[in-house]
Nanobody, 117 residues
Framework: QVQIVESGGGLVQPGGSLRLSCAGS????????MGWYRQAPGKQRELLATITSDHMTNYADSVKGRATISRDNAMSTAYLQMNSLKAEDTAVYFC???????????WGQGTQVTVSS
């Protein structure tokens, strides 16, 4: 059974940093592309960053220059480092695993990030 579990969210002051983790189990992690999304109240889910199985990365304009996505296949974990956080970064952050082959993707339950003084 595939499980995706996000962690690392919390309350952070404006200008602060967080590193979110996304741990996968029940899957061959290296065979999945990984993505980070977020959803703020009343808004659509937004794609923030992706990292392919061979470590190619891409970022949304909203986080470009402030976010770094990475992965450690040996640990079956993907990360999202977020710096210079703003109030508008407040959202639930989700991780998504997309297989190289096949159509099913897997979501975690999300981790809340709140940026406030």
């Amino acid at each position: 059974q595939v499980q995706i579990v996000e962690s690392g969210g919390g309350l952070v002051q404006p200008g602060g940093s967080l590193r979110l983790s996304c741990a996968g189990s029940g899957l061959t992690f290296s065979m999945f592309h990984m993505g980070w999304y977020r959803q703020a109240p009343g808004k659509q889910r937004e794609l923030l960053a992706t990292i392919t199985s061979d470590h190619m990365t891409n970022y949304a304009d909203s986080v470009k220059g402030r976010a770094t996505i990475s992965r450690d296949n040996a640990m079956s974990t993907a990360y999202l480092q977020m710096n210079s956080l703003k109030a508008e970064d407040t959202a639930v952050y989700f991780c998504n695993a997309v297989p190289l082959f096949g159509s099913s993707s897997y979501w975690g339950q999300g981790t809340q990030v709140t940026v406030s003084s």
